[in-house]
Nanobody, 115 residues
Framework: QVQLVESGGGLVQPGGSLRLSCAAS????????MHWYRQAPGKQRELVAE???????GYADSVKGRFTISRDNVKNTVYLQMNSLKPEDTAVYFC?????????WGQGTQVTVSS
Protein backbone atom coordinates (compact mmCIF):
# COMPACT_ATOMS: atom_id res chain seq x y z
CA GLN A 1 0.00 0.00 0.00
CA VAL A 2 1.06 3.55 -0.75
CA GLN A 3 -0.40 6.62 0.91
CA LEU A 4 -0.23 10.03 -0.75
CA VAL A 5 -0.91 13.42 0.84
CA GLU A 6 -1.00 16.56 -1.28
CA SER A 7 -0.55 20.10 -0.03
CA GLY A 8 0.20 23.57 -1.32
CA GLY A 9 -2.95 24.49 -3.18
CA GLY A 10 -4.70 27.81 -2.80
CA LEU A 11 -5.86 30.99 -4.48
CA VAL A 12 -3.40 32.86 -6.68
CA GLN A 13 -3.66 35.70 -9.16
CA PRO A 14 -3.01 35.16 -12.87
CA GLY A 15 0.71 35.18 -13.51
CA GLY A 16 1.47 33.97 -10.01
CA SER A 17 3.14 30.81 -8.77
CA LEU A 18 2.37 27.90 -6.47
CA ARG A 19 4.25 24.80 -5.46
CA LEU A 20 2.33 21.61 -4.78
CA SER A 21 3.79 18.82 -2.67
CA CYS A 22 2.90 15.13 -2.57
CA ALA A 23 4.30 13.18 0.35
CA ALA A 24 4.39 9.41 -0.13
CA SER A 25 4.50 6.78 2.59
CA UNK A 26 4.09 3.04 2.87
CA UNK A 27 5.53 0.74 0.20
CA UNK A 28 7.33 3.53 -1.62
CA UNK A 29 10.02 1.16 -2.88
CA UNK A 30 7.43 -0.28 -5.26
CA UNK A 31 6.64 3.04 -6.97
CA UNK A 32 7.67 3.15 -10.64
CA UNK A 33 6.28 6.50 -11.72
CA MET A 34 4.55 9.44 -10.09
CA HIS A 35 2.17 11.83 -11.71
CA TRP A 36 0.20 15.00 -11.20
CA TYR A 37 -3.30 15.07 -12.66
CA ARG A 38 -5.91 17.80 -12.53
CA GLN A 39 -9.66 17.94 -12.89
CA ALA A 40 -11.58 21.12 -13.58
CA PRO A 41 -15.34 21.35 -12.96
CA GLY A 42 -17.26 19.54 -15.66
CA LYS A 43 -14.11 18.18 -17.30
CA GLN A 44 -12.29 14.87 -17.32
CA ARG A 45 -9.22 14.32 -15.20
CA GLU A 46 -6.11 15.03 -17.26
CA LEU A 47 -2.44 14.20 -16.88
CA VAL A 48 -0.33 17.27 -16.15
CA ALA A 49 3.15 15.93 -15.46
CA GLU A 50 4.99 12.72 -14.67
CA UNK A 51 8.34 11.64 -13.32
CA UNK A 52 9.90 8.19 -13.39
CA UNK A 53 12.03 6.56 -10.73
CA UNK A 54 15.01 7.39 -12.94
CA UNK A 55 14.09 11.06 -13.01
CA UNK A 56 12.73 11.34 -16.56
CA UNK A 57 9.91 13.84 -16.84
CA GLY A 58 7.01 14.54 -19.15
CA TYR A 59 4.43 17.32 -19.42
CA ALA A 60 1.11 18.09 -21.01
CA ASP A 61 1.45 20.58 -23.86
CA SER A 62 -0.72 23.05 -21.96
CA VAL A 63 1.82 23.37 -19.11
CA LYS A 64 5.17 22.91 -20.86
CA GLY A 65 7.56 25.70 -19.99
CA ARG A 66 5.44 26.79 -17.01
CA PHE A 67 5.27 23.76 -14.72
CA THR A 68 8.14 21.66 -13.37
CA ILE A 69 7.85 18.30 -11.66
CA SER A 70 10.62 17.16 -9.34
CA ARG A 71 11.22 14.68 -6.57
CA ASP A 72 13.12 14.53 -3.28
CA ASN A 73 13.97 10.90 -2.61
CA VAL A 74 15.10 11.66 0.94
CA LYS A 75 11.78 13.22 1.86
CA ASN A 76 9.78 10.82 -0.36
CA THR A 77 8.05 13.84 -1.82
CA VAL A 78 7.18 14.91 -5.35
CA TYR A 79 6.67 18.56 -6.18
CA LEU A 80 4.90 20.48 -8.91
CA GLN A 81 6.22 24.01 -9.33
CA MET A 82 3.63 26.02 -11.21
CA ASN A 83 4.62 29.39 -12.67
CA SER A 84 2.82 31.89 -14.91
CA LEU A 85 -0.50 30.49 -13.77
CA LYS A 86 -3.58 31.08 -15.88
CA PRO A 87 -7.28 30.98 -14.98
CA GLU A 88 -7.57 27.80 -17.06
CA ASP A 89 -5.18 26.10 -14.63
CA THR A 90 -7.93 26.23 -12.01
CA ALA A 91 -8.69 22.66 -10.93
CA VAL A 92 -8.31 20.09 -8.23
CA TYR A 93 -4.81 18.67 -8.53
CA PHE A 94 -4.23 15.01 -7.67
CA CYS A 95 -1.04 13.12 -7.01
CA UNK A 96 -0.84 9.58 -8.41
CA UNK A 97 1.69 6.83 -7.81
CA UNK A 98 1.96 3.71 -9.91
CA UNK A 99 3.58 0.40 -9.15
CA UNK A 100 3.74 -2.51 -11.59
CA UNK A 101 0.36 -3.73 -10.41
CA UNK A 102 -1.54 -0.87 -8.80
CA UNK A 103 -2.32 2.84 -8.93
CA UNK A 104 -2.74 5.06 -5.88
CA TRP A 105 -4.32 8.50 -5.54
CA GLY A 106 -4.12 11.33 -3.08
CA GLN A 107 -7.15 13.27 -1.90
CA GLY A 108 -6.47 16.27 -4.13
CA THR A 109 -5.71 19.93 -3.50
CA GLN A 110 -7.63 22.86 -4.95
CA VAL A 111 -5.82 25.42 -7.10
CA THR A 112 -7.76 28.53 -8.05
CA VAL A 113 -6.29 31.14 -10.37
CA SER A 114 -8.35 34.30 -10.26
CA SER A 115 -8.02 38.03 -9.87
Amino acid sequence: QVQLVESGGGLVQPGGSLRLSCAASGSIFSIVTMHWYRQAPGKQRELVAEITSGGSTGYADSVKGRFTISRDNVKNTVYLQMNSLKPEDTAVYFCNARTTIQSYWGQGTQVTVSS
